[in-house]
């Protein structure tokens, strides 16, 4: 079993900051890419940010340069800085993660269950 367990949602004013974590667990060989999403109220799940496992990082236009993806492999968690909050980025915040669980296994994708995000005055 693999575990993606997220952590460092809240309320949060606009112009206010929040930092997430996504801690993952488990039967894990190797853990490859992970991403950030959001899911606000009525809306589909949207990517917001993925890091490599050596460091690269991407991200959705709409948190460019307001958010700031990371990773502490030894640790195999990943982070999610969120800076200059707006009342748009409101939303349940989910990880994803590329998770190998075995040397001659495959590469299979887990969900965390998510973290709530609230910007408002």
């Known amino acids: 079993q693999v575990q993606l367990v997220e952590s460092g949602g809240g309320l949060v004013q606009p112009g206010g900051s929040l930092r997430l974590s996504c801690a993952a667990s488990?039967?894990?060989?190797?853990?490859?890419?992970m991403r950030w999403y959001s899911q606000a109220p009525g809306k589909q799940r949207e990517f917001a940010a993925a890091?490599?496992?050596?460091?690269?990082?991407n991200y959705a236009d709409s948190v460019k340069d307001r958010f700031t993806i990371s990773r502490d492999n030894a640790e195999k968690t990943a982070y999610l800085q969120m800076n200059s909050l707006k009342p748009e980025d409101t939303a349940v915040y989910y990880c994803?993660?590329?998770?190998?669980?075995?040397?001659?296994?495959?590469?299979?994708?887990?969900w965390g269950q998510g973290t709530q995000v609230t910007v408002s005055s």
């Open positions: 488990g039967s894990i060989f190797r853990l490859n890419a």
């Open positions: 994803n993660a590329d998770v190998v669980r075995s040397e001659f296994g495959y590469t299979r994708g887990y």
């Open positions: 890091v490599t496992s050596g460091g690269t990082t």
